[in-house]
């Protein structure tokens, strides 16, 4: 049973009725007791980072949840701001992440080569995947998602580094570090792509 | 590399999609949640849907239809209509959309925009602007309007563009209100005076009636976003129903192409 982090912010929604479509059982969970029982979790997110954060960690659900990821190995994906959650903290805001994985968020615009893009990063962008991954499992040659940031997770161990992605320059787009997972892009609005990584999810 | 995005716009009017032309004689054209299973299918790009009655007639937006929308579009949505606050914005990204568009509410306070930012995320905050060409004899360069084009200011949108963008647009979108409908190709010079004045993703609505009007613009202003109504809900000339939209080899053949001519310019 999946169980999606309803801490108040982010699309539910969209996740719930994508697993729906997939035939995977999945529910939102609104308290700590409602991630028990939890085989993965996942954790959405959008907007700024301290307000995500702060949500998060009035929720209640906070304590449960690290000792769910980080004792039982309950595998987690973190989505968007859920990615950039992951991290030690954000050059967004001053609030501490949660340091489930190395590495700090960064203004995608803070690089030389990304500086005069338009920002936010927005629309299909092509990922490039390190081979071997069960979360790229069938992947169809060209794999593209859908982007909507101006922020990235910057890995700090780029063994952690699943895939990239190029806006003017190469920035860490999808992060596994054990049964935690973080992606920047939407699969749950990226089509077959975004559900066949969902799938793989699913099963890993 | 990031793509140009192509995305179907759809009209909201008494409850049916319609396709309007310059703003006015709205065609019925079908149902929106089946035009969104349509468009999961073809998966295309992103979804804008307009509700062209909420501002004029004063009311809230419609909440019920937009969670209908939400929950059964696949691809990124942005939902405009009748939006006029920070609150109602959130109400609507927690129904599992996208993106909010504001048009009218941002001409008259461009500082919703801010308060959307903070409540939203810039990312996810659209300014719609309607421009036409100013008339008259002496009329040159182009002007805002709101309403379904029944109110003009006296505004250049391109300066008013940077405004709301500094402001907290996360996107600009500029409506062509003398090529609605009409399908005749989009109005490039206006495309590309847009594209210098914005750093923010642009995206650029009407008068696309077939893909080379789409290749004429991309090529024009690059990675941009190229809207459409009767394109992907008209067939031929006579204006027959039957929603469509480029494959993705399609859509990838038109691009490379495309940016390829646009590097060379």
């Known amino acids: 049973m999946i169980r999606i982090v309803d801490y108040g912010v982010g699309n539910i929604q969209a996740f719930m009725t994508m697993f729906k479509r997939l035939g995977i059982d999945a529910t939102r969970a609104r308290s700590a007791d409602e991630l028990e029982g ?81 920002m936010p990063h927005m629309g299909w962008n092509d990922i490039r995947i390190k081979p071997g991954q069960k979360l790229f499992a069938d992947f169809e040659p060209d794999p593209r998602f859908y982007f909507l940031h101006s922020y990235y997770f910057d890995a700090l161990d780029k ?39 969902l799938k793989n999810f699913a099963v890993l | 590399m990031l793509r140009p995005r192509i995305i179907p716009c759809l009209l909201v009017h008494k409850g ?115 421009v036409r060409k100013k008339g008259g004899l002496f009329g040159k360069g182009y002007e805002l309007s709101t309403h379904n084009s029944k109110t003009s200011h006296k505004v250049d949108p391109a300066a008013f563009a940077q405004q709301l963008q500094a402001a907290g647009a996360g996107e600009i979108v500029i409506n062509s209100i003398d090529r609605d409908g009409e399908m005749k190709g989009y109005d490039i010079e206006l495309a590309k005076q847009m594209r210098a004045a914005v750093k923010v993703p642009l995206t650029i609505l009407g008068g696309a009636g077939s893909l080379d009007h789409v290749s004429e613009l991309l090529g024009a202003c690059g990675v941009i976003g190229a809207a459409a109504g009767s394109l992907f809900v008209f067939k031929g000339q006579y204006r027959a129903v039957l929603i469509n939209y480029p494959t993705h080899k399609q859509k990838d053949d038109l691009c490379r192409a495309a940016l390829r001519a646009h590097d060379k310019a």
């Open chain 2, 16 to 130: 049916g999609l319609v396709k309007t032309q310059r703003f006015g004689s709205p065609k019925y054209v079908g149902d929106p949640i089946n035009a969104v299973k349509i468009f999961n299918e073809k998966e295309s790009d992103e979804l804008m849907v307009l509700d062209i009655d909420a501002t004029v007639n004063k009311v809230e937006p419609n909440y019920a239809l937009i969670a209908k929308l939400a929950a059964e579009c696949r691809m990124p949505l942005c939902y405009g209509g009748g939006v006029t606050t920070a609150e109602q914005a959130s109400r609507i990204i927690d129904l599992g959309v996208e993106k909010v568009s504001v048009s009218s509410a941002a001409v008259a306070d461009p500082a919703l925009l801010s308060r959307m930012a903070e409540a939203i995320g810039r990312q996810s905050v659209v300014a719609v602007l309607d």
């Open chain 1, 38 to 118: 939890a085989t993965r979790l996942v954790l959405p997110g959008v907007g700024a980072f301290d307000h995500a954060m702060n949500l998060l960690n009035q929720s209640g659900m906070r304590p449960r949840l690290e000792e769910m990821v980080l004792e039982r190995q309950v595998p987690v994906i973190g989505i968007c701001v859920g990615m950039q959650m992951l991290a030690s903290g954000s050059d967004e805001g001053e609030i501490a992440g949660l340091n489930w994985v190395p590495g700090r968020v960064k203004a995608l615009a803070s690089h030389p080569l990304s500086k005069d893009l338009p």
């Open chain 1, 159 to 197: 063994q952690d580094v699943s895939a990239t992605a190029e806006y003017g320059h190469d920035f860490d787009c999808i992060v596994s570090r054990g049964n935690i997972h973080g992606v920047q892009c939407h699969p749950e609005k990226s089509h077959h792509f975004g559900a066949q990584l």
